[in-house]
Each structure stands twice: as structure tokens, then as C-alpha cells.
Nanobody, 117 residues
Framework: VQLQASGGGTVQAGDSLRLSCAASGPFLSSWSVGWVRQGPGKERELVANIRWGAGNTYYPDSVKGRFTISRDKGKKSVFLQMDSLKPEDTAVYYC???????????WGQGTLVTVSS
């Protein structure tokens, strides 16, 4: 499995941005796909996860209500809709996949999101 993330950019606080992650190769319905970010001087943070088969989602409190993860099985893609962006959302965002929440074994390249105040 290979993952290709895209959609990053520079936006103003309060704006929205949609990230995409295209997957190639076989995907098991039991797999999970997540978006993990790393801001400047910060540790990696999981911001969203979706079960490929069932579609169950997970968000930490820091983004709950602002970020939405979704998937398109036909296009084998996962999306992260980010609304009401804040400067503290500035980070490199990675999509990753694996056998469970946070248990990722495949990583895509990052896409940079910069939110200016």
C-alpha cells in the first residue's frame, strides 16, 4: 500500500481546507486510516481516524467539531475537511494506514498547512 497526500496550503484563520489522501494497493476492510500532524516544535498528534470498512471515526478534543474525515471506497481515497482553522493548526499533515487506531504501518508524505492570524 502506498499513500499520497495533497491539498495543503496557506490560509487565513477561520478558513477551510480539504486534504486528500489517495491510496494504491490492496486495502483490508479492517484497516484504519488516519491523519497525523506535526506542528513546529510539537510532537506528532493524531487528528482523525476512520475505519476503512465500517466508517467509524475518531477525533481528539482539539479538532472535534471542526475537522471531518471521510472516505471514498471507489476512489480508494480519504479526505480531511478542516473548518474554522486556527493558527495552532499549522503543521505538516500526514495520512497513514494500519491495523488499528494509531497503529499505522504505512505513511504518506506530508502536506504543509499554514494558518495565518
Amino acid at each position: 500500500v502506498q499513500l499520497q497526500a495533497s491539498g495543503g496550503g496557506t490560509v487565513q484563520a477561520g478558513d477551510s481546507l480539504r486534504l486528500s489522501c489517495a491510496a494504491s494497493g490492496p486495502f483490508l476492510s479492517s484497516w484504519s486510516v488516519g491523519w497525523v500532524r506535526q506542528g513546529p516544535g510539537k510532537e506528532r498528534e493524531l487528528v482523525a481516524n476512520i475505519r476503512w470498512g465500517a466508517g467509524n471515526t475518531y477525533y481528539p478534543d482539539s479538532v472535534k467539531g471542526r475537522f471531518t474525515i471521510s472516505r471514498d471506497k471507489g476512489k480508494k481515497s480519504v479526505f480531511l475537511q478542516m473548518d474554522s482553522l486556527k493558527p495552532e493548526d499549522t503543521a505538516v499533515y500526514y495520512c497513514a494506514a494500519g491495523t488499528g487506531l494509531g497503529d499505522y504501518i504505512v505513511w504518506g508524505q506530508g502536506t504543509l498547512v499554514t494558518v495565518s492570524s
